[in-house]
């Protein structure tokens, strides 16, 4: 079992910045972890994730350059760094870890078997 929990997000103005962090617990050293995000009417979709080791990283194209994802395998923490917000980020974002084992780093929200709650990023213009 994995147990994800995340925090950070908040109002922000366009422009300005967020960092969201998911504490993990359970079988995360195993997993690849992902960040999705849905806005309100539209569907979930991609929008970072990072490898096991973290040697590997993909980014959707809408925010690649604006933000990273990282993370720390010793305190079982994967970060969101986002930067230059716009009113379009504006979302409830979910951490989720793939732990099937698979050599690829999935975009695909239907390849990942654990998710948190969500926190919500609203970026005001």
């Known amino acids: 079992q994995v147990q994800l929990v995340e925090s950070g997000g908040g109002l922000v103005q366009a422009g300005g910045s967020l960092r969201l962090s998911c504490a993990a617990s359970?079988?995360?050293?195993?997993?690849?972890m992902g960040w999705f995000r849905q806005a309100p009417g539209k569907e979930r979709e991609f929008v970072a994730a990072?490898?096991?080791?973290?040697?590997?990283?993909n980014y959707a194209d809408s925010v690649k350059g604006r933000f990273t994802i990282s993370r720390d395998n010793a305190k079982n923490t994967v970060d969101l760094q986002m930067n230059s917000l716009k009113p379009e980020d504006t979302a409830i974002y979910y951490c989720?870890?793939?732990?099937?084992?698979?050599?690829?780093?999935?975009?695909?929200?239907?390849?990942?078997?654990?998710w948190g709650q969500g926190t919500q990023v609203t970026v005001s213009s």
């Open positions: 359970g079988r995360t050293f195993v997993a690849h």
């Open positions: 990072i490898s096991r080791s973290g040697a590997r990283l």
């Open positions: 989720a870890a793939d732990v099937t084992l698979s050599a690829a780093v999935s975009t695909t929200a239907a390849r990942y078997d654990y």
